[in-house]
């Protein structure tokens, strides 16, 4: 078959290896790192990727050739965990954050997630639209083009069904694709103080089966924490999107362990999120039950903790993660995946293998993408990202910058 187009001389081509399942334990060791090698395209899906000149079969006087000498490429980055649609923003919690104000206090004192409910509520769709569509755009340049992102800063229904109909409609819009997720459990609004089993019952009764028949969400996820959703509370959601037809997810072991993990395995969650402070056990039930710890390094930074996830001792137990910014206004106000990325390996001593494979295959498989994205095997989406380094090292450890060149998504080159 003839290329559309065949990107050329790169010096390192990352290619993660689709094993049919998440790379679990010493496999996220694996992955297969080719050097001077060329990509082709044809139709926007990868036709052949290898080594040294591209076998003159790929070619005919139609084929474009694009040379990427001294370059570094790896799948499209794909950014498994966001709250991306949200009014305002929370500077005016910084101060209190640097004084050591804990972030569940800001919580409990209606700030924190609250405080963005009100901007949130107060955001018409078009500004809502227009603000994720920067962020998404933030991320495409920094080399991310499949990103999962939730609801949850509504609360109400009319708030929640604006934010996923925002996702739903930028996911036609914007280049990235999107996956949305319904978090109408992120928090305990303000009307419903004290009285979060009937909130519960307003998620399950009401707000579940219309963000199903509407179609407007694929997974559904629950904040599991200390003063917001107990563990019983937590698989209640759960259990009740689950026989509505959801996938799941859960925010568990973020700030303190009260269960979230359990909650997963019992649910059947396709991945568990944070786990900053999960046990041994809770460990050990994951890599059991193949649940992918999601994993947000940069809210841990952000929040000015020392409890990373024990990213390490998770593959060492044989669990498959996944690395991810959780964009957000308040635990984690970045877009820059290269930065959680960079975090992966400065604070938790992944290998720049792990590293990527955290991001490319394992990645796809969080958000139920692995048939089309996230590995360079042929007959998947062509999204590429390219980086201004000649290896995979040095992308990893010059950091806090945008080190992207270019950007393909289904073959077009969409970021230069
Ligand atoms: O994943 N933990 C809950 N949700 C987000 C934070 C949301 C916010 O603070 O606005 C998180 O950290
Ligand atoms: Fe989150």
Redesign the pocket.
Same mark, same amino acid.
């Given at each position: 078959m003839i290329a559309d187009k065949i990107l050329v001389n790169f010096q390192q081509i990352f290619c993660p290896i689709d094993m049919g399942h998440p790379l679990r334990g010493a496999d996220m060791n694996e992955a297969t790192i080719i050097e001077k090698g060329y990509i082709a395209i044809k139709d926007g899906k990868i036709l052949a990727v290898g080594q040294g000149k591209p076998d003159k079969k790929f070619m005919n006087a139609n084929t474009e050739i694009i040379d990427y000498t001294g370059k570094f490429a790896t799948p499209g980055l794909i950014d498994c965990?966001t709250?991306l649609v949200?009014g305002g923003s929370?500077e005016s919690e910084f101060a209190q954050k640097l004084n050591g104000v804990p972030?569940l206090d800001i919580l409990a004192a209606g700030g $924190?997630?609250l405080n963005?409910v009100k901007s949130t509520r107060a955001a018409s769709f078009e500004k809502l639209h227009k603000k994720t569509a920067g962020l998404l755009d933030e991320m495409l340049i920094h080399g991310v083009t499949t990103v999962e992102a939730k609801s $949850?800063?509504g609360l109400d229904w009319q708030t929640e069904q604006r934010q996923l109909q925002v996702l739903k409609e930028l996911n036609k819009d914007h280049i990235i694709d999107i996956t949305a997720t319904f978090m109408g459990a992120?928090a305990i609004p303000v009307e419903y103080k004290d009285q979060s089993e009937e909130f519960i019952d307003l998620i399950i009764e009401e707000m579940l089966p219309e963000v199903k028949k509407e179609n407007l969400a694929e997974f559904c996820d629950v904040?599991c924490?200390t003063g917001v959703f107990t563990a019983e509370q937590s698989k209640r959601v759960l259990q009740a999107a689950k026989e509505l037809g959801f996938k799941l997810r859960i925010?568990a072991d973020?700030i303190d362990e009260i269960g979230g993990t359990s909650v997963a395995t019992e649910v059947g969650a396709t991945s568990a999120?944070?786990l900053m402070v999960i046990s041994e056990k809770g460990i050990e039930q994951l890599s059991k039950a193949n649940i992918i710890g999601n994993l947000?390094p940069g809210?841990t930074f952000s929040l000015m903790e020392s409890t990373y996830a024990p990213a390490k001792k998770m593959i060492e137990k044989g669990m498959a993660i996944t690395l991810t910014t959780?964009c957000?206004? $308040?635990?984690?106000p970045t877009a820059n995946l290269q930065f959680i990325m960079q975090l992966g390996c400065l604070m938790q001593q992944l290998t720049p293998t792990q590293v990527y494979n955290a991001v490319t295959i394992n990645a796809a498989y969080s958000v139920c993408r692995n048939k089309t994205v996230g590995s360079f095997d042929v007959g998947k989406n062509a999204d590429i990202t390219i980086f201004n380094a000649s290896n995979i090292d040095y992308t990893l450890y010059f950091f806090a910058t945008n080190l992207v060149n270019e950007v393909y998504k289904n073959g077009e080159l969409v970021v230069q």
């Open positions: 965990h709250h949200y929370r972030y $924190g997630i963005t $949850g800063y992120h904040f924490e925010h973020e999120e944070h947000l809210t959780d957000n206004p $308040g635990s984690c």
